[in-house]
Every structure is written in structure tokens, then in C-alpha cells.
């Protein structure tokens, strides 16, 4: 979720004296350190235990008919790689200000955050990242009949972001004279536009996208902000990171990669 922000200095040396390697249903530490057949130090052996922020459609939303009780794009590239590591998926909805500030990978509750998170330097300084594997755009959606056109038009109004985002930190720089309101998610921040309680929601534009679709809603802006999304490990795994580095690698080789991309995002 792009760049959703960092939190300040002293809470990122919290998370990086953090060590617990517990079980990923209490999230405290067993004192168990499992590796899986290929070496990878795993929270439980035999499985990749991933964690994102739900709902954040089209990347992770629920769904009681799949095997992991989820769905969505990062869902569907963490089932590729969690096969080509010969591993079972196993997907848990986290607090995305954990996931993007490393306490919850450093508490031991997973092994990757899988959540629309963008790689930044400065989370790169508490984060092991994957390659990038998905580029995306900041976006300004207003409800049908604003006359809210461009971030411009923000000023004196409320506009809506989720904690933690890169569409926070862009608010902030950008909509010069709004009152940036931060919400936990982007369902209360949705509910929140809806109500009426802020006048539009600056974030992800595929997530903006999905409102639109629904309907009700517009798109007005988008910002070129060369973002990428990432998949995060705790600082100092390497082995785990760079296994999922070949899996991408080979996703994308042999055209599943496009195949997954395109259930999403084909526009025909």
C-alpha cells in the first residue's frame, strides 16, 4: 500500500530489538526456530506463513470458499510461491502498521508481509525485501458529482488515508490547506467517504479502482509516484528472501506471473 509511512525512530528500534519467533495463531515467542526440507527458518515447519492487512482488493480480501480463507492478487503469488518452495500457505490478517514497520515480523507471527507494501529506503532499513513485482500509481477518487477535480481542489476539505501509507506521506506533501484524516483500513476509510465524513480518499489506484467499479465513486487523479510493491522477511533473512526471489523469477519465465496479473488487472 504505497509507502504506507513508517512510524518514527524510537518505534523501529522497538521492532528491531524484537527476536520472538512464536507460533503465527498466538503471535508470542514458543522458543521454536522450524526449518522447512529446503533450510528456510520458518515460524512453523512446512509451511509459509503470510501476513496482509484485509480488505485491500484487488491485492488480499476475504473469501470462505478458498483453501487459505483469502483471496486476491498477492494471495495468488504467494500460492505460486509458496508451491514452488514446496510449502503450504497459510494467511493471516495483521494490523498493516505492524507489517510495515517490522513489529509483527520480528514478534514471530510470519514469515513474509504480503500486503501491497511498498518498498522504501527507509523501510529497507527494518525490512529484508523481495524484488519488486508489482508498480503501482497514487490516486485521488471523490464521489460522483464532487467538485473535487485535483488535489488542488483539496484545500479546506477532509481527505481520507489509511496509517501507515504511502498515500499518507503524499497527502501530507500535497494537498496543501486539507485536513488528512488517518483511518486503520481502507473498509473504514471507504465507510468513511461513503458517510460523507471526508470528501475523498487518496491511496493505491487499483484499490481506488475497485470503488469506482462499484460505483458511485470516480477516480479524478492519479500520481506516477514510482512505487513498486514488495514481499518483506525479517532484516537477516536472506535464504527466505532470495527463495522467493527465484520463485518470481521463475513465475515470471514461465507465464504464470501474467497469468495471475492479467486475472486482475486486464483491461481486456
Known amino acids: 500500500m504505497i509507502k504506507r509511512t513508517l512510524l518514527g525512530v524510537a518505534a523501529a528500534a522497538t521492532a528491531l530489538a524484537l527476536t520472538a519467533c512464536g507460533s503465527s495463531d498466538s503471535g508470542s515467542d514458543s522458543g521454536k526456530d522450524s526449518g522447512s526440507a529446503s533450510g528456510l527458518k520458518l515460524v512453523d515447519d512446512g509451511t509459509l506463513t503470510v501476513c496482509s492487512d484485509v480488505p485491500y482488493a484487488p491485492f488480499e480480501d476475504f473469501d470462505k470458499s478458498s483453501p487459505s480463507g483469502f483471496k486476491g492478487f498477492d494471495i495468488d503469488i504467494d500460492s505460486k510461491i509458496a508451491d514452488a518452495l514446496g510449502l503450504k500457505l497459510k494467511v493471516l490478517d495483521e494490523d498493516f502498521d505492524g507489517l510495515q514497520s517490522g513489529l509483527t515480523l520480528n514478534a514471530g507471527t510470519c514469515d513474509l508481509v504480503s500486503s501491497a507494501l511498498t518498498i522504501t529506503d527507509d523501510r529497507a532499513k527494518h525490512l529484508a525485501f523481495s524484488d519488486g513485482y508489482y508498480d503501482s500509481k497514487q490516486s485521488l477518487l471523490v464521489p460522483e458529482g464532487s467538485s473535487?477535480?485535483?488535489?488542488?481542489?483539496?484545500?479546506?476539505?477532509?481527505?481520507?488515508?489509511?496509517?501507515?501509507?504511502?498515500?499518507?506521506?503524499?497527502?501530507?506533501?500535497?494537498?496543501?490547506?486539507?485536513?488528512?484524516?488517518?483511518?486503520?483500513?481502507?473498509?473504514?476509510?471507504?465507510?468513511?467517504?461513503?458517510?460523507?465524513?471526508?470528501?475523498?480518499?487518496?491511496?493505491?489506484?487499483?484499490?481506488?479502482?475497485?470503488?469506482?467499479?462499484?460505483?458511485?465513486?470516480?477516480?479524478?487523479?492519479?500520481?506516477?509516484?514510482?512505487?513498486?510493491?514488495?514481499?518483506?522477511?525479517?532484516?537477516?533473512?536472506?535464504?527466505?528472501?532470495?527463495?522467493?526471489n527465484d520463485a518470481l523469477t521463475k513465475m515470471r519465465s514461465d507465464g504464470s506471473y501474467d497469468e495471475i496479473y492479467n486475472k486482475y488487472f486486464a483491461t481486456s
Not at 471507504?190 to 489506484?205: P, R, S, T
Not at 487523479?221 to 532470495?242: H, M, Q, R, V
Open 148 to 244: 473535487i477535480a485535483a488535489i488542488g481542489d483539496l484545500k479546506g476539505k477532509k481527505v481520507g488515508v489509511q496509517k501507515g501509507t504511502t498515500g499518507k506521506d503524499y497527502a501530507n506533501e500535497h494537498a496543501s490547506g486539507a485536513s488528512v484524516v488517518d483511518f486503520p483500513s481502507d473498509a473504514e476509510e471507504f465507510q468513511a467517504l461513503k458517510a460523507g465524513q471526508v470528501d475523498a480518499l487518496l491511496q493505491d489506484l487499483p484499490v481506488n479502482l475497485a470503488h469506482e467499479q462499484a460505483g458511485g465513486f470516480k477516480v479524478v487523479e492519479t500520481y506516477d509516484t514510482g512505487e513498486k510493491y514488495g514481499l518483506a522477511a525479517k532484516k537477516g533473512n536472506d535464504a527466505l528472501i532470495t527463495a522467493v
